[in-house]
Structure formats: structure tokens, C-alpha cells
């Protein structure tokens, strides 16, 4: 008799809960709450945040001859402050796995030569150097320019292993240093003349 009403007496105390169990649940649903909140804090700002336009500009010692596509030295040593305190530190932080390199010239108009590009650029390797191309135009001068420097960034993503593709481009002498369609006048202008890089990801 004495043994039934303790037994009855223990379950009429805790009704066949375990407390634990309850806390326990509480605490896993608050942990998923969080994980998911900052899922979307991170998803939210990846979408929203843009990689930068890096501008290689004159005033910066990114200049070449005129009607030239070669690096300087100068071009260079500029290039390489710029890949280790820009470039390289945007691809991490923005998970950039292209970089589209843009050529703009000036309005000057080229001597009137012919240009080869049309029959070697089909023969340009993936690897070396760029030699003996030569442009019959600002839109010519434009993407050698890209190219020659987008070879040069492709030798350092490789020596760092960072998996970037270059794509190189000439919007010539057709956008402003705003980005604007704003073709320039057939004159020297130093603002007009740079390389852009746009950082962009693909699947």
C-alpha cells in the first residue's frame, strides 16, 4: 500500500515530464533562429555589396607611348602596388573569379596604317607575349591594351593560385571616365586614356 501511494505520489509530481527535454528544445530552436538570421545577413550583403572598378589611370604612372601597348617598367611597379593592395584583396573579399579588362583610348585618330589584328589574333596563344600586332584604330589600341595588361595580371593570379579568368575589352574612345556614352573629340586628352578592371563573378 505504502509502495503504490509513493509511486502515485511521484507521478502526480512530475507528470511524466522531463524538464531537460523541454529547455533543450528551446535552445536548439533559438540556435536554428540565429544560424538562419545570419544565413540571410550574409546571402543579403553578398548580393547587395558590388566588387569595385579599379581605374589604371595616367596620373597613377599607368601610361603608355602613345600609339603603344607595351608596359613600361613604371607601368609595372604600378601595377604590382596596386595588385597587392587592391586587386588581389578584391577578389578575396569578393569572391571574384573573372576580372573583365577594359581598354579606352583618347579621340586622337591613329596614323593611317593597316591593322593585323583581324589575322593574329587568332593565333595569340593563351600564354607569352604580344608581339607584332599592330592597330588600325582606337578600338585596335584600346584591346591591345587590355590584353597586355590582363596577360601581366594573369602571370601573377598564377603564381598566387587564385582561379581568375581574364577577359579583355576596347570601349576605344566612346565612354567618359563616368561610364557615360560621351565619344571624345580627336584630341590628346590624358583623362580618357586608362585600362579598367570590372570584377564580376560567373558560374
Given at each position: 500500500m505504502a509502495n503504490a501511494r509513493r509511486a502515485r505520489s511521484k507521478g502526480s509530481g512530475d507528470n511524466g515530464i522531463n524538464p531537460w527535454l523541454a529547455y533543450t528544445d528551446m535552445l536548439s530552436s533559438t540556435l536554428l533562429v540565429v544560424l538562419l538570421a545570419l544565413g540571410l545577413v550574409t546571402l543579403t550583403k553578398a548580393l547587395n555589396d558590388k566588387p569595385p572598378l579599379i581605374p589604371l589611370t595616367e596620373t597613377d604612372s599607368f601610361r603608355f607611348p602613345t600609339g603603344s601597348y607595351g608596359l613600361s617598367q613604371d607601368f609595372r611597379h604600378a601595377l604590382d602596388k596596386k595588385y597587392a593592395t587592391e586587386i588581389k584583396p578584391a577578389i578575396k573579399d569578393f569572391d571574384v573569379n573573372v576580372i573583365e579588362v577594359i581598354g579606352h583610348t583618347d579621340g586622337q585618330t591613329n596614323p593611317r596604317r593597316a591593322s593585323n589584328l583581324d589575322r593574329r589574333l587568332q593565333t595569340v596563344a593563351p600564354q607569352g607575349g604580344l608581339t607584332g600586332?599592330?592597330?588600325?584604330?582606337?578600338?585596335?589600341?584600346?584591346?591591345?591594351?587590355?590584353?597586355?595588361?590582363?596577360?601581366y595580371l594573369q602571370v601573377r593570379f598564377e603564381q598566387?593560385?587564385?582561379p581568375v579568368r581574364i577577359r579583355p575589352y576596347s570601349a576605344s574612345s566612346l565612354l567618359d571616365p563616368q561610364g557615360n556614352f560621351n565619344p571624345a573629340p580627336a584630341v590628346s586628352d590624358s583623362t580618357r586614356r586608362r585600362i579598367e578592371l570590372r570584377f564580376t563573378r560567373s558560374s
Open positions: 600586332f599592330q592597330s588600325g584604330s582606337n578600338a585596335d589600341l584600346g584591346l591591345l591594351r587590355a590584353m597586355a595588361v590582363g596577360r598566387d593560385q587564385l
